[in-house]
């Protein structure tokens, strides 16, 4: 008797073993397959890219005449739009020698231009006028991601070679939510992607030495060493699928491995799976049989006792059944409450999105009000400056009438080039004054420094004349601010303004402008050596209707236009005292790439 129980009991365990094996071997494959069509679709969605844009004239062109700035700039855009409508990490451009071109991250401090990938196996295959695959981790941004390249050529002739770099850790983020344990290995058997972080640039096994140098040599991998997993091979059931032990320290655990090549790719996904459920399901079915034998021992004791185990399922169940109605009806109280204030929400925030709009347009009056009214400010200063050159236009249109009546030509010529002159000034004054005048948009550009001093200058270039102010610019050439040229003129004005009325009962007037720019900031400074600011109003300055003027000559709102329009495009507007005298303010803004 207890030989026959023995042989069931061993069958039992044989053939739960083996069954749940091939049931797990079979949900292994499955999943497998599913990773591999993942797999390929993150790749093959991006296979076209490099092939479509090396037809495009631009990147030729640029090929051909690779110091042309414009063309550089064009290749530079158009390949961002592509990058942001494609979603791939980096599109670029190399020259027949390898060296990075134009790039769609031309604009970022990652930039690959002037970068030479020659190195790199994707660009020697494009370079031999194949379609080029190569995974890796990036040479200057040290990520990793997908090379696919394809040669651009003029005839037969390859001119150089277009790249696009795809970064797969979404998909790798995608498994490791599904808690499976696996890796995408290359041909070497390096895991380049992992559901478990610390298997990442890990190997199936050693590497040779060979294989380390040529990958040193390629870069393939960055600085990443290669250790190898702690897998002891066991049992090989076929081709793709063994048995092994896994050992990390001190602990171990038994795993069955399954892989799925990728031939294209080179690549093979590797898939760990626990087979403690299976020696937890033998043991329990070793438990099982050996409770049945009990059990046919005794037999009228376990029918009894079903008996009363019905009963309890039963009670159980409707017990069960009430609290699964009761949550019900708790869950659905709960969604039309949440429903209620979703809506609620919504009002609240489309309220705000129409109060923010509300705001803005106000600003944007104010501002205009506000150069209305440095306009009619100026209005004096600019009738004064127009009246000259219309009295000197008229003395010498007579006098040419005169010269004119008695046969001097060239004296009349001489006249008609001074007229001529005067009126290309006077076209100068109206037509800065009808751009300051125009209601310009809140749109940031690359706006050249020195033009908008010169325009805020000229509108008050009579006023300077007339209180005999000696101003000192202090400006480098060619600085570019973000911002909006005829706000910035606007604010220019304004900080000139009010240092003409501080200098203007001073016996040796004088301001100051001066211009610094340090790495992504550009600071202007407007100083002058009148009395300064109260140290109890300099808190006060940039608040709306404070003014230290008559009503007549101010309503105390240009610092508190000129310190929104500043914000608005990112920069910063503050008021000091000098130390010899004087007020400063600096007008901070955002130096722009040209």
């Known amino acids: ?16 073993e083996r069954s749940a094996l091939a049931q797990l071997r079979t949900a292994g494959q499955h999943r ?14 991006y296979t076209w890219l490099p ?13 051909r005449a690779p110091q042309d700035a414009v063309q550089l700039e064009r290749v530079n855009r158009y390949l961002k739009a592509v990058n942001d409508a ?14 990075a071109l134009a790039s769609s991250n031309w604009d970022t401090p990652q930039s690959y231009i002037g970068n030479n990938y020659a190195f790199r196996p994707y660009y020697q295959q494009a370079r031999l006028g194949y379609a080029g695959r190569f995974y890796g981790v990036g040479f200057t941004t040290q990520q990793p991601g997908y090379f696919l390249s394809y040669p651009i050529r003029d005839g037969e002739r390859v001119l150089g070679v277009v790249v696009a770099k795809v970064s797969l850790d979404a998909l790798e983020s995608n ?37 380390l140098r040529y990958i040193k040599e390629s870069r393939q991998y960055g600085r990443n060493i290669f250790p190898a997993l702690g897998l002891l091979k066991q049992q090989r059931l076929d081709n793709n699928t063994q048995l092994a032990r896994f050992k990390t320290g001190s ?22 799976t626990d087979l403690t459920p299976i020696r937890q399901g033998v043991s329990r079915v070793l438990l099982g049989t050996s409770l049945g034998l009990l059990a046919l021992l005794a037999w009228y004791l376990f029918w009894r006792q079903r008996r009363r185990r019905i009963r309890d399922n039963l009670r159980a169940s409707q017990a069960l059944k009430q609290a699964h109605d009761q949550l019900e009806q708790k869950v659905a109280a709960r969604t039309d409450d949440l429903l209620g204030a979703n809506t609620q929400l919504q009002r609240e925030i489309a309220e705000r999105i129409r109060t923010e709009l509300d705001l803005r347009a106000a600003q944007n009056e104010l501002v205009q009000a506000g150069k209305m009214a440095v306009l009619g400010q100026m209005a004096a200063g600019v009738t004064h400056e127009l009246n000259q050159p219309l009295t000197a236009m008229r003395a010498l249109a007579d006098n040419a009438k005169l010269l004119l009546e008695r046969g001097n030509i060239a004296a009349v010529a001489s006249n008609l080039l001074h007229i001529s002159q005067l009126t290309e000034r006077m076209g100068k004054i109206t037509g800065q004054l009808r751009s300051f ?4 948009d809140n749109r940031a550009e690359a706006v050249l420094l020195t033009q908008s001093i010169s325009n805020a200058l000229l509108l008050l270039e009579q006023r300077l004349r007339q209180q005999r102010v000696a101003l000192n610019i202090e400006q480098p050439e060619q600085v570019w601010v973000r911002c909006n040229a005829v706000r910035l003129e606007q604010v220019l ?9 501080a200098v203007k009962n001073q016996p040796a007037a004088c301001i100051t402008l001066a211009v610094q720019q340090a790495q992504d900031k550009v600071k202007i400074s407007v100083l002058d050596n009148g009395p300064g600011i109260a140290a109890e109003q300099l808190a006060s300055v940039f608040d709306p209707f404070f003014t230290t003027k008559g009503d007549a000559e101010g309503l105390g709102l240009g610092l508190a236009i000129s310190l929104s329009i500043v914000r608005d495009f990112g920069g910063n507007l503050q008021a000091s005292n000098r130390p010899e005298g004087g007020a400063c303010f600096e007008l901070e803004l955002l130096a722009a790439k040209v």
Not at 251 to 272: E, N, R, S, Y
């Open 86 to 99: 494609a979603q791939a990490s980096a599109i670029y451009v190399l020259n027949a020698e390898g060296l």
């Open 51 to 63: 092939f479509v844009l090396s037809s495009q004239r631009d990147l030729a062109d640029l090929l």
């Open 493 to 501: 004005i304004n900080l000139l303004r009010n240092a003409l009325d």
């Open 437 to 440: 005048a125009r209601k310009s």
């Open 1 to 16: 008797m207890l030989c026959l129980a023995g042989c069931l009991l061993w069958l039992a365990a044989q053939w739960s």
């Open 32 to 45: 497998l397959d599913v990773y591999t069509g993942s797999l390929r679709n993150a790749v093959d969605r």
């Open 251 to 272: 602990d171990q655990a038994d795993l069955l491995v399954q892989t799925a090549k990728v031939p294209d790719l080179g690549w093979q996904i590797v898939l760990f």
């Open 175 to 211: 498994w490791r939510v599904t808690g499976e344990r696996m890796l995408v290995s290359d041909k070497d058997g390096i895991a380049f992607l992992a559901t478990d972080p610390a298997w990442k640039w890990h190997t199936l096994a050693p590497l040779p030495s060979y294989t």
